[in-house]
Protein backbone atom coordinates (compact mmCIF):
# COMPACT_ATOMS: atom_id res chain seq x y z
CA UNK A 1 0.00 0.00 0.00
CA UNK A 2 0.96 3.16 -0.79
CA UNK A 3 0.91 5.69 2.00
CA UNK A 4 0.93 9.53 1.35
CA UNK A 5 0.99 12.17 4.65
CA UNK A 6 1.08 15.61 3.36
CA UNK A 7 1.77 17.84 5.97
CA UNK A 8 -0.43 21.19 5.97
CA UNK A 9 1.44 24.35 8.26
CA UNK A 10 -2.12 26.33 8.06
CA UNK A 11 -4.32 24.09 6.27
CA UNK A 12 -7.72 24.88 8.55
CA UNK A 13 -8.37 22.00 11.10
CA UNK A 14 -12.20 23.09 11.46
CA UNK A 15 -14.95 23.30 8.96
CA UNK A 16 -15.41 27.15 9.10
CA UNK A 17 -14.03 28.06 5.61
CA UNK A 18 -15.78 29.13 2.45
CA UNK A 19 -16.05 27.53 -0.88
CA UNK A 20 -16.12 30.71 -2.42
CA UNK A 21 -12.69 31.84 -1.33
CA UNK A 22 -10.96 28.46 -0.37
CA UNK A 23 -7.79 30.06 -0.82
CA UNK A 24 -7.67 32.42 1.79
CA UNK A 25 -10.49 31.53 4.03
CA UNK A 26 -9.20 27.73 4.53
CA UNK A 27 -5.59 28.52 5.23
CA UNK A 28 -4.82 26.79 1.59
CA UNK A 29 -6.37 23.95 1.98
CA UNK A 30 -7.41 24.16 -1.36
CA UNK A 31 -3.59 22.19 -2.40
CA UNK A 32 -3.78 19.69 0.02
CA UNK A 33 -7.35 19.11 -2.38
CA UNK A 34 -5.64 18.42 -5.09
CA UNK A 35 -3.04 16.40 -3.61
CA UNK A 36 -5.96 14.15 -2.74
CA UNK A 37 -6.81 14.05 -6.43
CA UNK A 38 -3.26 13.20 -8.05
CA UNK A 39 -2.82 10.33 -4.53
CA UNK A 40 -6.22 8.98 -5.36
CA UNK A 41 -8.14 9.25 -8.41
CA UNK A 42 -7.32 7.21 -12.11
CA UNK A 43 -8.93 8.48 -15.36
CA UNK A 44 -12.59 7.18 -14.31
CA UNK A 45 -11.35 5.02 -11.00
CA UNK A 46 -9.90 5.18 -7.70
CA UNK A 47 -6.54 4.18 -6.17
CA UNK A 48 -7.59 1.25 -3.63
CA UNK A 49 -4.21 0.53 -2.72
CA UNK A 50 -3.60 3.88 -1.40
CA UNK A 51 -4.42 6.55 1.48
CA UNK A 52 -3.74 9.87 2.16
CA UNK A 53 -3.23 11.72 5.40
CA UNK A 54 -3.26 15.18 5.76
CA UNK A 55 -2.29 16.72 8.42
CA UNK A 56 -4.16 20.22 9.14
CA UNK A 57 -1.86 22.50 11.81
CA UNK A 58 -4.18 25.46 10.78
CA UNK A 59 -7.43 27.14 12.58
CA UNK A 60 -7.56 25.31 15.59
CA UNK A 61 -5.94 25.07 18.89
CA UNK A 62 -5.25 21.26 18.14
CA UNK A 63 -4.09 20.06 14.89
CA UNK A 64 -6.05 17.08 13.27
CA UNK A 65 -5.57 14.41 10.95
CA UNK A 66 -7.83 13.62 8.37
CA UNK A 67 -7.38 10.26 6.40
CA UNK A 68 -8.94 9.41 2.92
CA UNK A 69 -8.60 5.81 1.98
CA UNK A 70 -8.79 4.58 -1.47
CA UNK A 71 -10.29 1.05 -0.95
CA UNK A 72 -13.64 2.16 0.83
CA UNK A 73 -13.79 5.72 0.31
CA UNK A 74 -17.04 6.78 -1.74
CA UNK A 75 -18.10 9.79 -3.83
CA UNK A 76 -14.76 11.11 -4.61
CA UNK A 77 -14.54 13.22 -7.19
CA UNK A 78 -11.85 15.15 -8.87
CA UNK A 79 -12.52 18.86 -9.08
CA UNK A 80 -11.55 21.14 -6.16
CA UNK A 81 -15.40 22.16 -4.98
CA UNK A 82 -16.60 18.86 -4.65
CA UNK A 83 -13.47 17.29 -2.62
CA UNK A 84 -13.79 20.88 -0.49
CA UNK A 85 -17.00 20.42 0.49
CA UNK A 86 -16.45 16.46 1.13
CA UNK A 87 -13.71 18.03 3.54
CA UNK A 88 -16.24 20.39 5.06
CA UNK A 89 -18.90 18.22 5.96
CA UNK A 90 -16.16 15.75 7.60
CA UNK A 91 -14.74 18.47 9.54
CA UNK A 92 -17.92 20.13 10.68
CA UNK A 93 -19.19 16.65 12.11
CA UNK A 94 -16.45 16.31 13.80
CA UNK A 95 -17.17 15.67 17.69
CA UNK A 96 -14.56 18.09 19.45
CA UNK A 97 -13.04 15.63 20.61
CA UNK A 98 -11.00 12.79 19.06
CA UNK A 99 -8.03 11.44 20.83
CA UNK A 100 -8.44 8.28 17.92
CA UNK A 101 -9.34 7.70 14.06
CA UNK A 102 -13.26 7.49 13.43
CA UNK A 103 -14.72 7.00 10.10
CA UNK A 104 -16.86 9.23 10.02
CA UNK A 105 -17.56 9.56 6.21
CA UNK A 106 -17.12 6.28 4.05
CA UNK A 107 -13.30 5.89 3.25
CA UNK A 108 -12.68 9.23 5.95
CA UNK A 109 -11.58 9.07 9.46
CA UNK A 110 -10.46 11.75 11.43
CA UNK A 111 -8.51 12.39 14.30
CA UNK A 112 -6.50 14.80 16.83
CA UNK A 113 -3.18 14.65 16.00
CA UNK A 114 0.07 15.66 14.61
CA UNK A 115 2.93 14.20 12.89
CA UNK A 116 4.17 11.84 15.62
CA UNK A 117 1.11 10.18 16.12
CA UNK A 118 1.28 9.04 12.29
CA UNK A 119 4.89 7.78 12.65
CA UNK A 120 3.63 5.67 15.97
CA UNK A 121 1.73 4.17 13.03
CA UNK A 122 4.71 3.26 10.50
CA UNK A 123 7.17 0.59 12.73
CA UNK A 124 8.64 -1.53 10.30
CA UNK A 125 7.92 0.29 6.62
CA UNK A 126 9.98 2.09 4.51
CA UNK A 127 9.52 5.51 5.08
CA UNK A 128 10.67 8.34 2.17
CA UNK A 129 10.78 12.19 2.64
CA UNK A 130 10.06 14.27 -0.91
CA UNK A 131 12.83 16.62 -1.33
CA UNK A 132 14.04 18.93 -3.88
CA UNK A 133 17.55 17.90 -2.47
CA UNK A 134 16.80 14.28 -2.16
CA UNK A 135 17.93 11.29 -3.81
CA UNK A 136 16.77 11.21 -7.77
CA UNK A 137 13.98 8.42 -7.16
CA UNK A 138 14.51 7.31 -10.71
CA UNK A 139 18.05 5.59 -9.76
CA UNK A 140 16.65 4.52 -5.77
CA UNK A 141 15.93 1.12 -5.02
CA UNK A 142 12.60 0.73 -3.66
CA UNK A 143 12.44 -2.38 -2.59
CA UNK A 144 8.29 -2.71 -3.04
CA UNK A 145 5.13 -0.96 -3.86
CA UNK A 146 4.71 -0.40 -0.26
CA UNK A 147 5.83 2.55 1.96
CA UNK A 148 5.26 5.89 3.56
CA UNK A 149 6.07 9.01 1.63
CA UNK A 150 5.87 12.49 3.34
CA UNK A 151 5.53 15.61 1.72
CA UNK A 152 5.35 19.72 2.36
CA UNK A 153 2.96 21.97 1.38
CA UNK A 154 3.69 24.86 -0.89
CA UNK A 155 5.57 26.49 2.02
CA UNK A 156 7.63 23.38 2.56
CA UNK A 157 8.97 21.23 4.89
CA UNK A 158 9.49 22.72 8.61
CA UNK A 159 12.83 22.27 10.13
CA UNK A 160 11.10 20.26 13.53
CA UNK A 161 8.90 17.45 11.14
CA UNK A 162 12.37 17.12 8.50
CA UNK A 163 14.62 16.34 11.57
CA UNK A 164 11.76 14.22 13.01
CA UNK A 165 11.30 12.35 9.82
CA UNK A 166 15.13 11.81 9.45
CA UNK A 167 15.13 10.43 13.18
CA UNK A 168 12.40 7.75 11.83
CA UNK A 169 14.68 6.83 9.18
CA UNK A 170 13.15 8.41 6.11
CA UNK A 171 14.88 8.05 2.85
CA UNK A 172 15.24 12.03 1.36
CA UNK A 173 13.75 11.55 -2.62
CA UNK A 174 13.27 14.07 -5.15
CA UNK A 175 11.49 13.51 -8.44
CA UNK A 176 13.27 15.69 -11.00
CA UNK A 177 14.71 19.03 -11.10
CA UNK A 178 12.18 21.67 -10.84
CA UNK A 179 10.44 23.16 -7.54
CA UNK A 180 7.11 21.75 -8.57
CA UNK A 181 3.73 21.86 -6.86
CA UNK A 182 2.84 19.35 -4.03
CA UNK A 183 0.27 17.57 -6.30
CA UNK A 184 2.83 16.93 -9.60
CA UNK A 185 5.63 15.39 -6.60
CA UNK A 186 2.86 12.96 -6.42
CA UNK A 187 2.17 12.04 -9.86
CA UNK A 188 5.45 11.66 -10.83
CA UNK A 189 6.50 9.70 -7.55
CA UNK A 190 3.44 7.48 -8.75
CA UNK A 191 4.28 7.44 -12.28
CA UNK A 192 7.84 5.90 -11.33
CA UNK A 193 6.08 3.30 -9.14
CA UNK A 194 3.38 2.45 -11.46
CA UNK A 195 6.45 1.85 -13.97
CA UNK A 196 8.05 -0.24 -11.28
CA UNK A 197 5.18 -2.66 -9.51
CA UNK A 198 1.87 -2.51 -11.63
CA UNK A 199 0.80 -5.51 -12.88
CA UNK A 200 -2.32 -5.39 -15.46
CA UNK A 201 -5.12 -8.11 -15.04
CA UNK A 202 -4.49 -11.39 -16.70
CA UNK A 203 -6.86 -11.04 -19.82
CA UNK B 1 9.00 26.15 -26.39
CA UNK B 2 6.44 23.69 -24.97
CA UNK B 3 2.86 23.73 -26.83
CA UNK B 4 -0.25 21.71 -25.28
CA UNK B 5 -3.58 21.30 -27.23
CA UNK B 6 -6.50 19.92 -25.32
CA UNK B 7 -9.68 18.93 -27.03
CA UNK B 8 -11.96 19.59 -24.89
CA UNK B 9 -15.26 17.15 -26.63
CA UNK B 10 -18.26 19.25 -24.36
CA UNK B 11 -16.38 22.10 -22.58
CA UNK B 12 -17.60 25.22 -23.06
CA UNK B 13 -16.71 27.57 -24.85
CA UNK B 14 -19.55 30.27 -23.26
CA UNK B 15 -18.96 32.11 -20.04
CA UNK B 16 -22.31 30.73 -19.46
CA UNK B 17 -21.40 28.51 -16.75
CA UNK B 18 -21.93 28.13 -12.66
CA UNK B 19 -19.07 28.38 -10.57
CA UNK B 20 -20.82 26.90 -8.10
CA UNK B 21 -21.63 23.38 -9.95
CA UNK B 22 -18.53 23.92 -12.80
CA UNK B 23 -18.30 20.08 -13.82
CA UNK B 24 -21.78 19.85 -14.70
CA UNK B 25 -22.59 23.46 -16.26
CA UNK B 26 -19.78 23.86 -18.24
CA UNK B 27 -19.43 20.31 -19.98
CA UNK B 28 -16.29 19.35 -17.85
CA UNK B 29 -14.28 22.29 -18.19
CA UNK B 30 -12.83 21.88 -14.64
CA UNK B 31 -10.57 19.51 -16.27
CA UNK B 32 -9.32 21.81 -18.82
CA UNK B 33 -8.65 24.01 -16.04
CA UNK B 34 -6.96 21.27 -14.27
CA UNK B 35 -4.60 20.94 -16.83
CA UNK B 36 -3.98 24.91 -17.20
CA UNK B 37 -2.28 24.61 -13.66
CA UNK B 38 -0.43 21.31 -14.41
CA UNK B 39 0.59 22.76 -17.88
CA UNK B 40 1.48 26.47 -16.67
CA UNK B 41 2.33 26.11 -13.25
CA UNK B 42 5.59 25.52 -10.83
CA UNK B 43 5.21 25.99 -7.79
CA UNK B 44 5.44 29.51 -6.89
CA UNK B 45 6.03 30.48 -10.30
CA UNK B 46 5.01 29.97 -14.12
CA UNK B 47 6.72 28.24 -16.75
CA UNK B 48 7.11 31.53 -19.01
CA UNK B 49 8.02 29.07 -22.09
CA UNK B 50 4.21 27.21 -22.10
CA UNK B 51 1.60 27.63 -24.11
CA UNK B 52 -1.76 26.02 -23.36
CA UNK B 53 -4.22 25.73 -25.92
CA UNK B 54 -7.98 24.34 -25.13
CA UNK B 55 -10.32 23.36 -27.79
CA UNK B 56 -13.54 24.32 -26.53
CA UNK B 57 -16.23 22.18 -28.60
CA UNK B 58 -19.04 22.35 -26.30
CA UNK B 59 -22.10 24.72 -26.48
CA UNK B 60 -21.80 26.89 -28.86
CA UNK B 61 -22.59 26.56 -32.55
CA UNK B 62 -18.70 27.76 -33.35
CA UNK B 63 -15.84 25.92 -31.32
CA UNK B 64 -13.36 28.46 -30.13
CA UNK B 65 -9.74 28.27 -28.82
CA UNK B 66 -8.68 29.62 -26.02
CA UNK B 67 -4.72 29.93 -25.62
CA UNK B 68 -2.77 31.00 -22.27
CA UNK B 69 0.50 32.29 -22.82
CA UNK B 70 3.06 31.72 -19.86
CA UNK B 71 5.55 34.84 -21.57
CA UNK B 72 2.52 36.94 -21.00
CA UNK B 73 0.22 35.74 -18.60
CA UNK B 74 -0.53 37.37 -15.20
CA UNK B 75 -2.74 36.70 -12.02
CA UNK B 76 -2.40 33.04 -12.63
CA UNK B 77 -3.00 30.95 -9.55
CA UNK B 78 -3.71 27.10 -8.75
CA UNK B 79 -6.76 26.70 -7.22
CA UNK B 80 -9.78 25.90 -9.97
CA UNK B 81 -12.60 28.59 -9.11
CA UNK B 82 -9.70 31.47 -9.60
CA UNK B 83 -8.56 29.99 -13.21
CA UNK B 84 -12.13 28.92 -13.39
CA UNK B 85 -13.31 33.03 -13.08
CA UNK B 86 -10.36 34.22 -15.39
CA UNK B 87 -11.65 31.66 -18.14
CA UNK B 88 -15.75 33.15 -17.74
CA UNK B 89 -14.81 36.70 -17.83
CA UNK B 90 -12.90 35.95 -21.13
CA UNK B 91 -14.83 34.02 -22.36
CA UNK B 92 -18.14 36.49 -21.78
CA UNK B 93 -16.13 39.22 -22.62
CA UNK B 94 -15.56 38.16 -25.91
CA UNK B 95 -17.54 39.96 -29.28
CA UNK B 96 -19.96 37.18 -31.61
CA UNK B 97 -17.23 36.64 -33.84
CA UNK B 98 -13.70 36.53 -33.64
CA UNK B 99 -12.06 34.93 -36.64
CA UNK B 100 -8.47 35.45 -35.67
CA UNK B 101 -6.61 35.05 -31.85
CA UNK B 102 -7.40 38.62 -30.07
CA UNK B 103 -5.62 38.53 -26.69
CA UNK B 104 -8.40 39.40 -24.22
CA UNK B 105 -6.87 39.58 -20.82
CA UNK B 106 -2.73 39.21 -20.48
CA UNK B 107 -1.55 36.17 -22.18
CA UNK B 108 -5.12 35.04 -22.69
CA UNK B 109 -6.31 34.87 -26.58
CA UNK B 110 -9.00 33.71 -27.72
CA UNK B 111 -10.60 32.87 -31.46
CA UNK B 112 -13.02 30.86 -33.28
CA UNK B 113 -11.72 27.66 -34.73
CA UNK B 114 -11.42 23.54 -33.70
CA UNK B 115 -8.26 21.47 -34.57
CA UNK B 116 -7.65 22.55 -38.06
CA UNK B 117 -7.04 25.92 -37.47
CA UNK B 118 -3.99 25.16 -34.78
CA UNK B 119 -2.53 22.55 -37.07
CA UNK B 120 -2.63 25.34 -39.64
CA UNK B 121 0.22 26.74 -37.32
CA UNK B 122 2.48 23.72 -36.34
CA UNK B 123 4.18 23.53 -39.97
CA UNK B 124 7.56 22.31 -39.92
CA UNK B 125 7.00 21.46 -36.19
CA UNK B 126 7.51 18.17 -34.09
CA UNK B 127 3.62 16.61 -33.38
CA UNK B 128 3.09 14.26 -30.22
CA UNK B 129 0.16 12.95 -29.82
CA UNK B 130 -0.50 11.34 -26.18
CA UNK B 131 -1.98 8.29 -26.21
CA UNK B 132 -2.37 5.01 -23.95
CA UNK B 133 -1.17 2.99 -26.91
CA UNK B 134 2.07 4.89 -27.85
CA UNK B 135 5.37 4.55 -27.62
CA UNK B 136 6.93 5.18 -24.08
CA UNK B 137 8.37 8.67 -23.57
CA UNK B 138 11.43 7.51 -21.68
CA UNK B 139 12.63 5.56 -24.96
CA UNK B 140 12.12 7.79 -27.09
CA UNK B 141 14.28 10.53 -28.76
CA UNK B 142 12.49 14.11 -28.34
CA UNK B 143 15.43 15.95 -30.10
CA UNK B 144 15.10 19.47 -28.27
CA UNK B 145 12.30 21.06 -25.73
CA UNK B 146 10.50 22.16 -28.55
CA UNK B 147 6.91 20.73 -30.18
CA UNK B 148 3.37 20.53 -29.82
CA UNK B 149 1.83 18.14 -27.90
CA UNK B 150 -2.25 17.19 -28.34
CA UNK B 151 -4.13 15.23 -25.31
CA UNK B 152 -7.46 14.29 -25.36
CA UNK B 153 -10.19 15.28 -22.07
CA UNK B 154 -11.36 12.93 -19.67
CA UNK B 155 -13.37 11.37 -22.40
CA UNK B 156 -10.13 10.57 -24.73
CA UNK B 157 -9.70 11.69 -28.51
CA UNK B 158 -12.24 11.36 -31.12
CA UNK B 159 -11.62 9.32 -34.08
CA UNK B 160 -11.52 12.56 -36.56
CA UNK B 161 -9.09 14.27 -34.42
CA UNK B 162 -6.78 11.19 -34.10
CA UNK B 163 -7.01 10.67 -37.69
CA UNK B 164 -5.94 14.14 -38.63
CA UNK B 165 -3.01 14.25 -36.05
CA UNK B 166 -1.96 10.83 -37.43
CA UNK B 167 -1.97 12.54 -41.30
CA UNK B 168 0.00 15.49 -39.96
CA UNK B 169 3.07 12.95 -38.55
CA UNK B 170 2.20 12.76 -34.56
CA UNK B 171 4.49 10.29 -32.94
CA UNK B 172 1.86 8.67 -30.12
CA UNK B 173 3.45 8.80 -27.18
CA UNK B 174 2.39 6.99 -23.38
CA UNK B 175 3.33 8.10 -19.77
CA UNK B 176 3.13 4.88 -18.23
CA UNK B 177 0.75 1.91 -17.80
CA UNK B 178 -2.51 3.21 -16.37
CA UNK B 179 -5.19 5.18 -17.58
CA UNK B 180 -4.64 8.55 -16.04
CA UNK B 181 -6.22 12.50 -15.61
CA UNK B 182 -5.12 14.70 -18.54
CA UNK B 183 -3.80 16.88 -16.15
CA UNK B 184 -1.81 13.95 -14.91
CA UNK B 185 0.06 13.33 -18.20
CA UNK B 186 0.71 16.58 -18.92
CA UNK B 187 2.67 16.55 -15.15
CA UNK B 188 4.36 13.26 -16.29
CA UNK B 189 5.33 14.58 -20.07
CA UNK B 190 7.02 18.11 -18.30
CA UNK B 191 8.76 15.51 -15.92
CA UNK B 192 10.46 13.77 -18.63
CA UNK B 193 10.84 17.01 -20.68
CA UNK B 194 12.64 19.03 -18.06
CA UNK B 195 15.09 15.87 -16.97
CA UNK B 196 15.82 16.12 -20.61
CA UNK B 197 16.52 19.88 -21.28
CA UNK B 198 16.22 21.77 -18.10
CA UNK B 199 19.33 24.07 -17.48
CA UNK B 200 19.88 25.82 -14.27
CA UNK B 201 20.67 29.51 -13.95
CA UNK B 202 24.23 30.37 -13.77
CA UNK B 203 24.94 30.79 -10.01
Known sequence: MRRFVIIGQTASASGEFSLEDLPSSSGRLDALLRCLRAALLLSHGVRRDVSVTLVLRGVLATPRLLRVNGASAKFLRPDERSLALLVKKTLSAAPESLPHFQ????????RDGDLPDVLSETAGAKLYLLDE???DVREQTLPTDDGWFFLGDHTGLDVVSRALLERHGAVSLCVGPLSL?????????????DRRFFVPAPA
Do not use: M, N, S
Open 133 to 135: AGA
Open 103 to 110: ELRPGIEL
Open 181 to 193: HTEDVITLLHGEL
